[in-house]
Each structure stands twice: as structure tokens, then as C-alpha cells.
């Protein structure tokens, strides 16, 4: 692969409960990480309702323009679950039983439990191959470039691991974070010069407010990892010459 | 009001850090349930990256959809900071130093202190009004039907609180939730059922993976509300005939 190659990607979360703020979204942040970590940039996510229209257009928007489309909710077997029939609708093919996924789901049910509603989660777009789903068994699905996962989070993240050795993989993004108990406009100037003198990175700047104090965390990410560095060093030298000790935090930022 | 009028509303989160997976987007969740409890209804929710392009695009998609638009993060004083720029750009209107956001300002830092970065958090499109900020003084603003609001959760909620009143309201929509031990799929017909019998209520199945077991819960939402209880009542009739007890969870749902 080369370099220079970008593999692009956004989140769709199908769901009234997130719209309704019922239930917090954390499956976007986990894929972003996911993500990130194979060098695939996450560069938009949306939640729409569940609404077949909303989601057709919504997925026709997105697969047209980014490598993958990674949509979460709305799979399992109850009236509300739309998610397959809509995605079958934006690329224009058929749905049906899928003999796989049928005889997975009779496998996994007593008899006489494996009752119609629990069959529609058989229902996959023609030309779908299967994701598996190791905890609960009713599998998601890809068709095209999108990726099709349940909305529960434990699930959603077993269908990422088993889907992820079909991705394409993009040249690492390296990152460091430096943070200090500093307000950010007073670096502001600095902060500003140095994204200038490196423009392969981007230097974010992120205050927090926190019970022992407040400050900022600077992050500095981008993927010639010499780059990196020595933008957070440059953030490092600004801090220190306010009189303020910096530190670096671990982890990716 | 009419209790027929909707008033619809779309978030736009405006930030890197939400796309790497480096800050977990807590900010829709609390907007959605705050414009419930007003009966505004949040439609769709978009994640945009620091760059006007974007912003500009996904602004001006929702707001002329929607009845309101929200946005958060990117009027800070540091050079990835560029909100304010691009929601003027996306109206086609002038951007300058406000008086009144300038004098907030100059009043909040010590002579000295108040240099040209923090300067930038009076830059206001033209035409707008500003939304003040109990926390840190530097204000959002409105335009037209676009709430600009920082990205900081303790200070887009003060900005939430402060603008409150000048939104229209729209019908409540009431909620009932009922929980069981119950795997989704036993119940599912019935649900479907249920759903087509009380059109005017939406019926939504959650399952949940929980230490203490699995199960489900069942939320009705709808304005009317005796069609919202006797929803919720039918479902608990559905859970109890296949002898399983129900419970009733308080709060929205």
C-alpha cells in the first residue's frame, strides 16, 4: 500500500433512542479508536431515526463518499428493527431469508422458540456476505462498502473484531498529548505558529475543567511520527517558557 | 400554539476529537433530553471535523431542514477554533469584533492578558446576537435558527440554559417504560401488533446485557398520552402472558 493512500470512513447510528437521548452513543468513539488504530480516518459520523427514507439517504450520502460506511442499530428481530430492509433499499437489490444466517438462528433457539419475528433477522440484502456474532448468534452483515452491526455494544464490538480483517489499512496516524495546567489562549500565538511550522500535523487544543483544576490538553496528531514530535516538543518549549511544567500523557490522543 | 405544529431541531458536532475517538461526545445525548422536556424534537445529529468546508456543507443541509440547528464546540481562542468563521461563511454574512462580546471579554483578563487570540472569541458573524456564558465568559451566539455553542459539556449546558427561551416549544411527548426479563424476540409479535393498534405512539425494543442478566426494555412515545399508557399497558399484559412480571421504570424514556 502506499503512503500516500487514505482510507476514509464514517459512522451511521441508526436509532430514535439516540435522538431522544434515551441512551448515550458510544459505539461511534469505539469505532473511531478502532479505526484509528489500522490507520482508517473517521471522518464523519451521523445518527438518524428509524426511518427507512432517513436512512436511505443518509447511507447513500455517505457510501458515495468515504471508503466505508459503518452503521450501527436497528438488526434485531422486533418491528422497529428496519435496518437491513433500508439498506437493501438504498443499494437497490432484494432481501430475503439467507439459508447461513436461518440455519445459524434454528440452531441457536429450542424448538418452537425460532418464531417468525426471530426469523426476519435472517432477512439479508441480495449479494451480503455474513458478519459473525459471537454473543448473540444473528449475524450483521457487508454489502459493498458498508458494514452492517447490531447497536448493543458488547455485540457491536464483536462484529468490529471479526469484521476487521476485511479493511483495507491506511498509513498509521502517530499522536502525542501534552498537558498543562495552563489557559490555552495564553500559548494561543504559539499554539498557532507552530501548527503553521509543521502542516502535516494538526495541533488541537483542548480545555478541560476538572475538580483539581483546570487546563488544557494539546494534541498533536499526524503520520510522519518525526513530525509529531517535534510539534509536541515545540508545544512543550511554549508551556515552559510561560514558567508552566508540561507533561506528556500516554496513549493515543 | 397548535398542538399539531413540530418543532424539529438537528445537532452539529463540530470537532476532531470526537472523530479520533480522543473526547466521547456527551454533549447530544444532554441536548436531546433538554429539547425534549421543551417538545422539540432532535431529528438527526451530524459529527464534523475542523474544517469550514465541512461545517459550512453540514450547516447549511440542516438548517434549512430543520427548525433549529445546535452546534457545539470551536469558539475557543486557538487557531483550530473556526466556528464562528465558517457558520459566517456558511451564511454568506461578514464576521468582525463585537462590542459587546469585546468589553465581556476585556473586563474577564488582567491588562495584558487579553491578547489577540482571545481576541478571536469576539469575532461574531454579522447579524448575530450573543449567548451568554456563566462559566467562562466568552459568549455563542444565534443566527437565525443556529445556536452556536462551545464544545466545553459544563459550558454548552450553561449556553443551553441561557438561550432556552427563546425557543418554541412544541407538544410534549410523553413515555412510558416498561422492563422485563424477557428476551425481545418472544415478545415481538406482539409488539408489532401493539405498534399497528396505537399508531399514533412509537413502540422501541432495547435489549440489554446487563452483570445481573439479560432482558429487554420497551419504551412508548408518543404526545398523546393515554395512547402512551395504554401502549406501555398492553405490553405489560404481552410480558405477563408468557408469565413473566414487568416492571415500570420511572423517568423519560
Known amino acids: 500500500m502506499s503512503q500516500a493512500e487514505t482510507v476514509s470512513a464514517a459512522v451511521l447510528v441508526i436509532g430514535d433512542e439516540i435522538l431522544s437521548g434515551r441512551t448515550q452513543d458510544t459505539n461511534t468513539a469505539h469505532i473511531a479508536r478502532f479505526l484509528g488504530a489500522l490507520g482508517i480516518d473517521l471522518c464523519e459520523a451521523r445518527v438518524v431515526p428509524d426511518d427507512q427514507g432517513e436512512i436511505v439517504a443518509a447511507l447513500n450520502a455517505l457510501r458515495a463518499r468515504y471508503t466505508y460506511v459503518f452503521t450501527t442499530g436497528g438488526i434485531g428481530p ?41 426469523k426476519r433477522m435472517a432477512r439479508i440484502p441480495d449479494g451480503a456476505s455474513l458478519i ?50 495552563i489557559p490555552e ?25 476538572r475538580e483539581d483544576g483546570t487546563g488544557a490538553q494539546f494534541v498533536v496528531r499526524g503520520r510522519d511520527a518525526a513530525e509529531v514530535e517535534a510539534a509536541a516538543a515545540a508545544i512543550e518549549m511554549a508551556i515552559k517558557s510561560e514558567g508552566i511544567g508540561p507533561i506528556r500523557v500516554p496513549g493515543p490522543g
Chains 1, 2 share one sequence.
Open 185 to 209: 489562549g495564553r500559548i494561543a500565538a504559539a499554539l498557532a505558529r507552530i501548527q503553521r511550522e509543521h502542516k502535516t500535523v494538526s495541533v488541537g487544543s483542548y480545555p478541560f475543567y
Open 78 to 118: 422486533t418491528h422497529d428493527d428496519i435496518t437491513a430492509d433500508a439498506i437493501a433499499a438504498a443499494f437497490g437489490v432484494g432481501i430475503d431469508y439467507h439459508p447461513e444466517a436461518l440455519a445459524l438462528l434454528a440452531a441457536r433457539y429450542k424448538p418452537g422458540e425460532f418464531n417468525d419475528m426471530r
Open 132 to 181: 459473525a456474532n459471537s454473543v448473540s448468534t444473528a449475524p450483521g452483515f457487508q454489502l459493498g462498502n458498508v458494514f452492517v452491526m447490531a447497536g448493543v455494544p458488547m455485540i457491536m464490538r464483536a462484529m468490529l473484531e471479526e469484521l476487521a480483517p476485511r479493511l483495507k489499512r491506511g498509513a498509521l496516524v502517530h499522536s502525542a498529548t501534552v498537558e498543562a495546567r
